[in-house]
C-alpha cells in the first residue's frame, strides 16, 4: 500500500516560531509538493521538488521555503510563523510531473498563535 | 499562472437526489483529474480523462472531458450520504504540474 506519511496531524506553534512540517513518500516518485488548503480557496500551491536538492516556487511561495536533500522527503520551513499561516498542509507525490496521479498525506492542521 | 475554475462552491441536496460540479478552463488542457475529500481526510484520486469528449463513469458516478478539452463536469446520480466531501477538479496544461479548482463542498440532507 503507497503511502505518503506526514510527520504530525496538529500543530500549534507561536509567532515568531520556525516550524518544520515533514512528509515522506515510500513510493520512489520524483516530485513533491506541498499545498495549504482554505475554505472557500481550495489547494494552493505553495513549493514543489521534481528532484532531489532541486525546488520550484509555486503560487503562494512568501513567508516559506522548503528543503529536499533525500528523494523521499520534502520539508516545509516556515522560518517565523505568523497567524495567516493558520493553515491545513498538504503533501503530495507524483511519478511525473504532470498527468499521472497525485497522492496526498493526510494533511497537517498548523494553528499559529 | 494558468487557472481552473470549478462551480459551485457549495452545493446541499436532498438524499437520492443528483448532483453536478463543474469545471472551467480559459486554456485547452492536456488533461483533466478528479479527487475527492471526505470530511477530515486528504484528497484521493478518482478518475483521469484525456481524451476530448470522453465519458467515463463509476456506478453513480459520471466523469466528462469537454470537445474543446477547456471544461468538465461531474455528476453523481441519486446522492447517498457516503458521497459527502469536497470534489476537486485539477488540470494539467501541456507538461506542467496540476493545477488545483477551488473545489465543490457536497452536504447530504437525509
Known amino acids: 500500500d503507497v503511502k505518503v506519511t506526514q510527520s504530525s496531524r496538529y500543530l500549534v506553534k507561536r509567532t515568531g516560531e520556525k516550524v518544520f512540517l515533514e512528509c515522506v513518500q515510500d513510493?520512489?516518485?520524483?516530485?513533491m509538493f506541498w499545498y495549504r488548503q482554505d475554505p472557500g480557496l481550495g489547494l494552493r500551491l505553495i513549493y514543489f521538488?521534481?528532484?532531489?536538492?532541486?525546488?520550484e516556487k509555486g503560487d503562494i511561495p512568501e513567508g516559506y521555503s522548503v528543503s529536499r536533500e533525500k528523494k523521499e522527503r520534502f520539508s516545509l520551513i516556515l522560518e517565523s510563523a505568523s497567524t495567516n499561516q493558520t493553515s491545513m498542509y498538504l503533501c503530495a507525490s507524483t511519478i511525473l510531473l504532470a498527468n499521472t496521479e497525485a497522492f496526498f498525506g493526510q494533511g497537517t492542521r498548523l494553528t499559529v498563535v | 499562472g494558468q487557472q481552473v475554475m470549478q462551480i459551485p462552491q457549495y452545493q446541499h441536496v436532498q438524499e437520492g437526489e443528483d448532483f453536478t460540479t463543474y469545471c472551467n478552463s480559459s486554456?485547452?488542457?492536456?488533461?483533466i483529474q478528479w479527487y475527492k475529500q471526505r470530511p477530515g481526510g486528504h484528497p484521493v484520486f478518482l478518475i483521469q480523462?484525456?481524451?476530448?469528449?470522453e465519458v467515463k463513469k463509476q456506478k453513480r458516478l459520471t466523469f466528462q472531458f469537454g470537445e474543446a478539452k477547456k471544461n468538465s463536469s461531474l455528476h453523481i446520480t441519486a446522492t447517498q450520504t457516503t458521497d459527502v466531501g469536497t470534489y476537486f477538479c485539477?488540470?494539467?496544461?501541456?507538461?506542467?504540474?496540476?493545477?488545483f479548482g477551488t473545489g465543490t463542498r457536497l452536504t447530504i440532507i437525509p
Open positions: 513510493m520512489d516518485h520524483e516530485n
Open positions: 485539477a488540470g494539467s496544461f501541456g507538461n506542467e504540474k496540476l493545477t
Open positions: 521538488s521534481y528532484d532531489v536538492k532541486m525546488k
Open positions: 486554456t485547452t488542457l492536456s488533461n
Open positions: 480523462l484525456v481524451k476530448s469528449g
